[in-house]
């Protein structure tokens, strides 16, 4: 299996296939947009409070608010689109792990794994920012069985 010209130490970065990233403007422009209305509907599923859900995309309430009634068309940042993708990818890997109802109550739910010590998902990350949202679609992954 060939390895990929942008895993090669031997290539220059300049002549890597262009990665999708969340660094340049005018594709986080391009795709604010979506992914704010994708993030509306998982927290929305979920039943979130508005400060857990401008908390998790790292927004004040006030934008918050201004983002759930469709009302900012500024780029979500770097950071922002990040919290967007690790939030809509866990629920992506929830709705695969369960049949049921489970997968919208589950972040939620009190969970005794170490990754948590008692807390809901969401409120470790809300606690943890960007690493604890990442670990725990990270989680979700490996229980089932994605990793």
């Known amino acids: 299996m060939a390895v990929p010209s942008y895993a090669r130490p ?5 002549l890597a296939p262009a990665l999708q990233t969340f660094a340049d403007e005018d594709d986080r422009k391009r795709l604010s947009g979506v992914a ?3 993030f509306r509907r998982v927290v929305e599923a ?7 859900s401008a908390a ?9 608010d201004r983002i759930k009634r469709g009302g ?11 919290r967007a993708s690790a939030i ?15 997968s919208v ?19 470790a990350m809300v606690a943890g920012g960007i690493p604890a949202m990442l670990e725990v679609r990270r989680y979700i992954d490996a229980v089932r069985g994605g990793i």
């Open 72 to 82: 900012r068309d500024e780029a979500l940042s770097q950071d922002q689109l990040t």
């Open 46 to 52: 979920w039943g979130l409070t508005n400060a857990d």
């Open 36 to 38: 704010a209305k994708a």
């Open 88 to 102: 809509i990818g866990l629920y992506k890997g929830l709705e695969l792990l369960f049949a049921d109802d489970k």
């Open 10 to 14: 031997d290539t220059p970065l300049a």
């Open 105 to 123: 109550r589950w972040p939620t739910l009190r969970n005794r794994a170490p990754l948590f010590g008692g807390a809901t998902p969401v409120e």
């Open 56 to 64: 998790l995309l790292g927004v004040s309430g006030s934008t918050w």
